[in-house]
């Protein structure tokens, strides 16, 4: 099993930053693939960004975010990060890390571990 616990999030004006972290806690040798989500109440979950662990370190990203999010992982300190700059109203939302432990299958499916999640609020 692997834990996950996100950090970062907060409140920012329109075309600001934040960096958002998640530490990995458990069996994380078995982590093959990080993944940031964001869901605003009464919308479906949106899928951000994945980036690969332990097997290269391919990152993908959803076009709304494209150019102005980072996604990375540091393998020694067991964190991944979501590093976000240009933000917009729109982009407020609670912000949730994801894992599993196979690099195969859909970039925005498949993952068996989930966070807590952290609120990022945008204003204009």
């Known amino acids: 099993q692997v834990q996950l616990v996100e950090s970062g999030g907060g409140s920012v004006q329109a075309g600001g930053s934040l960096r958002l972290s998640c530490v990995e806690s458990?069996?994380?040798?078995?982590?093959?693939?990080m993944a940031w989500f964001r869901q605003v109440p009464g919308k479906e979950r949106e899928w951000v960004a994945r980036i690969y662990i332990r097997a290269g370190t391919h990152r993908l990203y959803a076009n709304s975010v494209k150019g102005r999010f980072t996604i990375s992982h540091d393998i020694a300190k067991n964190t991944g990060y979501l590093e976000m700059t240009d933000l917009y109203p729109e982009d407020s939302a609670t912000y949730y890390c994801a894992a599993k432990d196979t690099i195969y299958g859909d970039a925005w499916d498949g993952y068996t571990y989930w966070g807590q999640g952290t609120q990022v609020t945008v204003s204009s």
């Open positions: 458990g069996n994380t040798d078995s982590v093959r693939c």
